[in-house]
């Protein structure tokens, strides 16, 4: 069973820099659009960067443009998310998704990222 890891969130001041990652096990990305989301405490999940299969386009949520970054490297089977000048606001569980053999819908468990000083 296909399923997706999240890994390097943690607790940073205001302006830091963190990379998340996520690894997908028991399937191939490749064929894949990919998305990182995010929910902050008593707010509704939101998208946050999509990256095609190709990696040749992205999107980004206005509250994150310029600041975040999202790349993959596909024989490693991993989607990045590189977040800079991060905000208390950025504080949020962010999530790894992507929908596979067309409506089959995989999420990460999650990893956490506390932005405060």
């Known amino acids: 069973q296909g399923q997706l890891v999240e890994s390097g969130g943690g607790l940073v001041q205001p302006g830091a820099s963190l990379r998340l990652s996520c690894t997908a096990s028991g399937f191939n990305f490749r064929p894949y659009g990919v998305s990182w989301y995010r929910q902050a405490p008593g707010k509704e999940r939101e998208m946050v960067a999509t990256?095609?299969?190709?990696?040749?386009?992205?999107n980004y949520a206005d509250s994150v443009k310029g600041r975040f970054t999202i790349t993959r490297d596909n024989p490693k089977n991993t989607v990045y998310l590189q977040m800079n000048s991060l905000k208390p606001e950025d504080t949020a569980v962010y999530y790894c998704h992507t929908v596979i053999f067309t409506h089959i819908e995989v999420w990460g468990q999650g990893t956490l990222v506390t932005v405060s000083s």
């Open positions: 990256i095609t299969r190709s990696s040749d386009k992205t």
